[in-house]
T-cell receptor, first 110, second 118 residues
Framework: DQQVKQNSPSLSVQEGRISILNCDYTNSMFDYFLWYKKYPAEGPTFLISISSIKDKNEDGRFTVFLNKSAKHLSLHIVPSQPGDSAVYFC?????????FGTGTSLTVIP | DAGVTQSPTHLIKTRGQHVTLRCSPI?????VSWYQQVLGQGPQFIFQYYEKEERGRGNFPDRFSARQFPNYSSELNVNALLLGDSALYLCASNLRQGSGVSGANVLTFGAGSRLTVL
């Protein structure tokens, strides 16, 4: 039972353009949503979060949008940089327990 | 300030053996969570411990067990290893960011222990 889904296993974007990573969820009880970035041979690193009572949170080049009615969230990276190439995981928390999507591998082409 | 540290980084076992993985959370953090990440999948929740007590358990068989020590470090034990237990095992400290209702619980992960079962 996959409560958090990332339907795009991979994404390629030109340097300087916008990267949009998408995530869908099924549990309406989730209170926070988070994005993690993972490089090979490292653990996932926290990137940005959003409360379920918000619809947008911005941190520098990274913006997360939440559409509760559609149970959908997205991560926008503008402008994309080669160093952003990594696997991105969407996660959601329900009373402190976290559920992760399967990840989207982002490649930013110089 | 050391982050979350895990050991060993890599290990190889054979089917039926037992394995113990170790984790030290961020200094002062009392909560530790364990996750299993199989290749091509996202991390799956195994256990959460807080102040040495189990606070949550994911959908894993009884072959998986864990404990937390007085210094808040933790061990994950897996008995009777199966080929399907091959995975990256991640340990995380749970830190609350921000304050009040706007504070999010954020997991800070270690680099993981890569287990290969042959």
């Amino acid at each position: 039972d996959q409560q958090v889904k990332q339907n795009s296993p991979s994404l390629s974007v030109q340097e300087g353009r916008i990267s949009i990573l998408n995530c869908d969820y099924t549990n309406s009880m989730f209170d926070y949503f988070l994005w993690y970035k993972k490089y090979p041979a490292e653990g996932p690193t926290f990137l940005i979060s959003i409360s379920s009572i918000k619809d947008k949170n911005e941190d520098g080049r990274f913006t997360v949008f939440l559409n509760k009615s559609a149970k959908h969230l997205s991560l926008h990276i503008v402008p994309s940089q080669p160093g952003d190439s990594a696997v991105y995981f969407c996660a959601a928390s329900d009373r402190g327990q976290f559920y992760f999507g399967t990840g989207t591998s982002l490649t930013v082409i110089p | 300030d050391a982050g979350v540290t895990q050991s060993p980084t890599h290990l190889i076992k054979t089917r039926g053996q037992h394995v113990t993985l170790r984790c030290s959370p961020i200094s002062g953090h009392k909560s530790v969570s364990w996750y299993q990440q199989v290749l091509g999948q996202g991390p799956q929740f195994i256990f959460q411990y807080y102040e040495k007590e189990e606070r949550g358990r994911g959908n894993f068989p009884d072959r998986f067990s864990a404990r937390q020590f007085p210094n808040y470090s933790s061990e994950l034990n897996v008995n009777a290893l199966l080929l399907g237990d091959s995975a990256l095992y991640l340990c995380a400290s749970n830190l609350r960011q921000g304050s009040g209702v706007s504070g999010a619980n954020v997991l800070t992960f270690g680099a993981g222990s890569r287990l290969t079962v042959l």
